[in-house]
């Protein structure tokens, strides 16, 4: 039962709840839409903001440990610090440090430990792109959702008119239905555009991320090979 006090205040007859009411059944999903990729806006955000370490100064430092030979540092130094850039490091570094006590050759360490940066990368990136997929389909889904919904609109509207023709001025009694059906419209478009936008905001930073990637594991991958050239030259 509603409350006293709010059906005397045209709670229902004013602001946001008034639009859902008046635009129809298809006003619902799309709510349910927005609600569903505002959660993911705010869960992907909270994820992503990982990327946004300094990993240009932790790789300086990494290479400078490695360029004196000090692997192990440099190990403990990616352990140390947070972000999907010092994990993958990591795993190149462990992937090196266990190559090179096993005697591996230089041109099958490199593979290796190349190999092992890119299966590792390829969950990392995995795991960031995981729910992204529901944004495209809601900024895809809700705007046609809100253009049926109109098409709904209007098919009531027009059949009202046919049924008041004679009786009602035509405008007037198009004007109100037609009104109401671009409702779903327009909330399709509230609701479409920046889940559009958060999905192409939140792909520029993993692609961004992916070519910080190849750039460390290029980078390491010459410091190894440089490495391994002078421990060869001095034996």
């Known amino acids: 039962m509603i409350p006293v006090h709010l059906a005397d205040a045209g709670f229902f007859e004013s602001g946001a709840l008034k639009f859902l009411l008046e635009g129809g059944p298809f ?11 505002i959660a993911v806006i705010i869960e992907r955000y909270r994820s ?3 990327l946004e370490t300094d990993a240009g100064t932790l790789r ?3 290479i400078e440990l490695l360029s004196e030979d000090k692997v192990e540092e440099s190990l403990k130094l990616c352990d140390s610090a947070r972000g999907p850039v010092p994990a993958i490091l990591s795993n190149g570094l462990r992937k090196y440090l266990v190559l090179r006590r096993l005697n591996y050759d230089q041109a099958q ?3 290796q430990v190349v190999k092992s940066m890119e299966n590792y990368g390829v969950n990392i990136v995995a795991a960031l792109e995981r729910h992204l997929p529901i944004l495209a389909t809601i900024a895809s ?3 046609m959702l809100g253009f049926l919904g109109t098409v709904q609109g209007m098919i009531v509207a027009f059949g ?3 049924a008041n023709i004679g009786q009602q001025n035509i405008v007037q009694a198009a004007a109100s239905g037609i ?5 779903t419209t327009a909330f399709g478009l509230i609701v479409g555009i920046p889940a559009y936008m958060a999905f192409n905001y939140f792909t520029g930073l993993i ?9 460390s594991a290029a980078e390491l991958i010459e410091v190894v090979s440089l490495r391994l050239t002078l421990d060869k030259e001095n034996s």
Do not use: C
């Open 207 to 215: 692609n961004d991320f992916v070519l910080q990637v190849e750039s």
């Open 109 to 111: 360490m490199e593979q």
């Open 179 to 183: 009104r109401v059906a671009l409702l």
């Open 160 to 162: 009202d008119i046919e």
């Open 27 to 37: 006003m619902w999903p799309l709510l349910a839409l927005l609600i569903m990729a």
């Open 141 to 143: 889904v809700a705007p």
């Open 60 to 62: 300086e430092e990494v």
């Open 48 to 50: 992503l903001k990982l």
